[in-house]
Nanobody, 115 residues
Framework: QVQLVESGGGLVQAGGSLSLSCAASGIIFSRNTMGWYRQAPGKQRELVAAITRGGSTNYADSVKGRFTISRDNAKNTVYVQMNSLKPEDTAVYYC?????????WGKGTLVTVSS
């Protein structure tokens, strides 16, 4: 059974930082592109950042320079370090695993940035 379990969400003031983690099980982690998505109230889910099997990364324009995605294949875990947080970063953040074998989602973790 595939499980993606996010952690690290919470309440932070604008300008602060949070680090999210996603622990994966039931997949061959190293063969997956891992991504972080977010969904704010009333908005569609959007890609925040992704990291390929080879370590290449891409980011939404809105988070470039502020967020950093990384992965530890030995721990089957993907991270996103979020700095200089803004109120508009408030959303539920979801972990995603994508490979030729299919796509999987975590249940999400809430990040709230107060102004």
């Amino acid at each position: 059974q595939v499980q993606l379990v996010e952690s690290g969400g919470g309440l932070v003031q604008a300008g602060g930082s949070l680090s999210l983690s996603c622990a994966a099980s039931g997949i061959i982690f190293s063969r997956n592109t891992m991504g972080w998505y977010r969904q704010a109230p009333g908005k569609q889910r959007e890609l925040v950042a992704a990291i390929t099997r080879g370590g290449s990364t891409n980011y939404a324009d809105s988070v470039k320079g502020r967020f950093t995605i990384s992965r530890d294949n030995a721990k089957n875990t993907v991270y996103v370090q979020m700095n200089s947080l803004k109120p508009e970063d408030t959303a539920v953040y979801y972990c995603n695993a994508n490979s030729v074998l299919g796509e999987h989602w975590g249940k999400g973790t809430l990040v709230t940035v107060s102004s």
